[in-house]
């Protein structure tokens, strides 16, 4: 994260990396092992020994049991014109929208919040789903993020690859930028690398007009962040 906000050639970026710790502890407990926690030292009269915590796993179950009061099967979304509603229940069809979206709700009571954003496979209308450690807000008003920055790290080789996808706005046009960088150690985001040698199907920039919004949703849980008070995460 910090290597992120030292790239020269972009707008800063504000954001507050307790967040993203308070994440990676929230995923701790979603999987049900957070080290500090669930590794109980105790004494005996053989000495000091250390045993794992035997869990419930509350935080996976109140998350599951929140996700299904907020979406389900049963829920009907009903849109007044026709030709909008027999699209939008095509998509849906396409992406087993109701399973992956309880999933992904649950993620999001899990992890803090989440984004749905589409792209374009063979054709047809197709929604990604990312997880709050996938998502990066650049610039907002009040709680409406409106550009945001989405890593994706893979490897290679022993080699860590960080893919940059930036979603920006530049005088009124969308702007979609792809970029990815190369590191030697995985210590830092490292130097950025051709994007063709490892997306050939992906334009280095396609710019957008005539949007009037950003075309990914973020989704969050419906309650005031106590980490960070300016953060619209």
């Not at 099967?73 to 909008?84: G, L, N, Q, R, Y």
């Not at 008003?141 to 080789?157: C, L």
């Not at 940059?164 to 970029?179: K, S, T």
């Amino acid at each position: 994260l910090k290597s992120i906000e030292k790239i020269a050639d972009h707008k800063d970026i504000s954001l507050n990396e307790e967040m993203f710790r308070k994440i990676e502890l929230w995923k701790d407990f979603y999987s049900g092992y957070h080290q500090p926690f669930h590794e109980v030292d105790y004494k005996t009269i053989d000495g000091p020994k250390t045993r794992t915590m035997l869990t419930l796993n509350m935080a996976k179950t109140s998350a599951a049991e929140m996700a299904s009061l907020v979406y389900n099967e049963k829920c009907e979304i009903s849109i007044d014109d026709d030709t909008v509603s027999e699209f939008v229940e095509e998509v849906f069809k396409n992406n087993k929208f109701d399973k992956k979206f309880q999933d992904f709700i649950e993620y999001s009571f899990a992890h803090g919040g989440m984004v749905v954003k589409p792209y374009i496979e063979d054709d047809k209308l197709m929604l990604s789903f990312v997880t709050a450690d996938s998502f990066i807000p650049v610039s907002w008003r009040n709680d409406s993020i409106y550009e945001a920055v989405f890593p994706f790290e893979f490897e290679k080789r022993n080699k860590k690859y960080t893919h940059l996808e930036w979603h920006l706005w530049e005088d009124g046009v969308y702007v979609i930028r792809n970029e990815v960088y190369e590191s030697q150690n995985g210590a830092d985001l490292g130097v950025k690398v051709p994007l063709k040698d490892h997306f050939p199907n992906l334009e280095e920039e396609v710019s957008i007009t005539g949007l009037k919004r950003s075309i990914f949703s973020y989704f969050k849980p419906n309650t005031a962040n106590n980490v960070d008070t300016k953060s619209p995460l």
